[in-house]
T-cell receptor
Framework: GAVVSQHPSWVICKSGTSVKIECRSL??????MFWYRQFPKQSLMLMATSNEGSKATYEQGVEKDKFLINHASLTLSTLTVTSAHPEDSSFYIC?????????????FGPGTRLLVL | AQRVTQPEKLLSVFKGAPVELKCNYSYSGSPELFWYVQYSRQRLQLLLRHISRESIKGFTADLNKGETSFHLKKPFAQEEDSAMYYCALSRLSSNTGKLIFGQGTTLQVKP
């Protein structure tokens, strides 16, 4: 149980286009999902907290107009990188918070690798 | 501000040797500490949490509030333990569930 999927697993796009990444909790409901960014050989940097039915909370320094987050249901959150540029190239990881499995914990998706040309 | 520090980027040991992955944190309140592991080409997964006081895959970690540390230990390393290990902190008093990660330590267990 407690599986989180991400789609797509990798994407290549041209500079200036927008890219949408989906994060789904497959077998549990997640009122809260988190979006992280990971640069090569570096740690996970929390970008935003996504709550179902409300606006996302962004971490300091993260542009909310650049990284649009929508949490439309208890099992789906999307991250849209708008007008992507090469510096947005990174590994984006989502996690879903579950209160039902072994106490509160976060379950992570496999990540989406974005390359902006 | 909350911070998690893992001083070693790489820890290389031989199979059967003891392992200690260091983690120090700074937080004025009551923290909840975790260790996450990421095996090659796999997603991040929870290894253990201090509240559970469990031993998972032979690993243990004790929260030392005096030294603000949560070091991960295993008496005899196995080759399959080779992976990236992240220490993370969450605020017990907060309902957000936000995790703050350390920089990560790559454990390399040589045969």
């Amino acid at each position: 149980g407690a599986v989180v999927s991400q789609h797509p697993s990798w994407v290549i796009c041209k500079s200036g286009t927008s890219v949408k990444i989906e994060c789904r909790s497959l077998d549990f409901q997640a009122t809260t999902m988190f979006w992280y960014r990971q640069f090569p050989k570096q740690s996970l940097m929390l970008m935003a907290t996504s709550n179902e039915g409300s606006k996302a909370t962004y971490e300091q320094g993260v542009e909310k107009d650049k990284f649009l987050i929508n949490h439309a249901s208890l099992t789906l959150s999307t991250l849209t990188v708008t007008s992507a540029h090469p510096e947005d190239s990174s590994f984006y990881i989502c996690s879903a918070r579950s209160l039902a499995y072994r106490g509160e914990t976060q379950y992570f998706g496999p990540g989406t690798r974005l390359l902006v040309l | 501000a909350q911070r998690v520090t893992q001083p070693e980027k790489l820890l290389s040991v031989f199979k059967g040797a003891p392992v200690e992955l260091k983690c120090n944190y700074s937080y004025s309140g009551s923290p909840e500490l975790f260790w996450y592991v990421q095996y090659s080409r796999q997603r991040l997964q929870l290894l253990l949490r201090h509240i559970s006081r469990e031993s998972i895959k032979g690993f243990t970690a004790d929260l030392n509030k005096g030294e603000t540390s949560f070091h991960l230990k295993k008496p005899f390393a196995q080759e399959e333990d080779s992976a990236m290990y992240y220490c993370a902190l969450s605020r017990l008093s907060s309902n957000t569930g936000k995790l703050i990660f350390g920089q990560g330590t790559t454990l390399q267990v040589k045969p």
